[in-house]
């Protein structure tokens, strides 16, 4: 059974305090990795997709990168806005277009 | 692109009544996929339509059922509903050209009374 498994469950920052998410996988062959923001009441905000290991991906403070088991969500001198949940996901090789979703991990940034 | 909408954003229910649920997927998307969110258990997948077929089909009871039309426009619908299923529903919608990258529309908030 496939199984992401996001840490930590929470996490508060000071403004400008780098910081990383991680995202461990366990998927029969990795077809892809993603990676959402989530705002609370909102719908997922796509952020990165991630296919093979050691691939990178940058975003503003945000960088994604993967390896063979986890992927990590690097959040460089956060600001207040950057506060939300972000989400990871993972489908696989041998399955559906479905992905299957971590519980995420609560970001708070304090000015 | 115009993202993926969803209608209605907010719902109040009560129990038994039952719901419909819209949402107009990305332009040229014909993958609909429907998820529940719920502080407790997090994202569990509901179903997918591709080409108006079900496609794939998550753990949850017959009470909840879906559709997609021609213009890929789909539908969930939820009959006799209970207080367990007041939650946030998100629709996804994923082109078909091989990414399985999947976009979220805003969710519609059903709340049972």
């Known amino acids: 059974e496939d199984q992401v498994t996001q840490s930590p469950e929470a996490l508060r920052l000071q403004e400008g305090e780098s910081s990383s998410l991680n995202c461990s996988y366990t998927?029969?062959?990795?077809?892809?990795l993603f990676w959402y923001r989530q705002d609370p009441g909102k719908g997922p905000e796509f952020l990165f997709t991630?296919?093979?290991a050691g691939e990178e991906k940058e975003k503003e403070r945000l960088k994604a990168t993967l390896t063979k088991k986890e992927s990590f969500l690097h959040i460089t001198a956060p600001k207040p806005e950057d506060s939300a949940t972000y989400l990871c996901?993972?489908?696989?090789?041998?399955?559906?277009?479905?992905?299957?979703f971590g519980r995420g991990t609560s970001l708070i940034v304090h000015p | 692109k115009a993202g993926v909408t969803q209608t209605p954003r907010y719902l109040i229910k009560t129990r038994g009544q039952q719901v419909t649920l819209s949402c107009s997927p990305i332009?040229?998307?014909?993958?609909v996929s429907w998820y529940q969110q719920t502080p407790g258990q997090g994202l569990q997948f509901l179903f997918e339509?591709?080409?108006?077929?079900?496609?794939n089909k998550g753990n949850f009871p017959g009470r909840f059922s879906g559709r997609q039309f021609s213009n890929s426009r789909s539908e969930m619908n939820v009959s006799t509903l209970e207080l367990g299923d007041s939650a946030l529903y998100l629709c996804?919608?994923?082109?078909?050209?091989?990414?399985?990258?999947?976009?979220f529309g805003p969710g519609t908030r059903l709340t049972v009374l």
């Open positions: 996804a919608s994923r082109s078909a050209g091989g990414t399985d990258t999947q976009y």
């Open positions: 998927v029969s062959g990795l077809r892809g």
């Open positions: 991630l296919y093979s």
């Open positions: 996901a993972a489908t696989s090789s041998g399955g559906s277009y479905i992905p299957t």
């Open positions: 332009s040229g998307h014909r993958s």
């Open positions: 339509y591709f080409s108006e077929t079900q496609r």
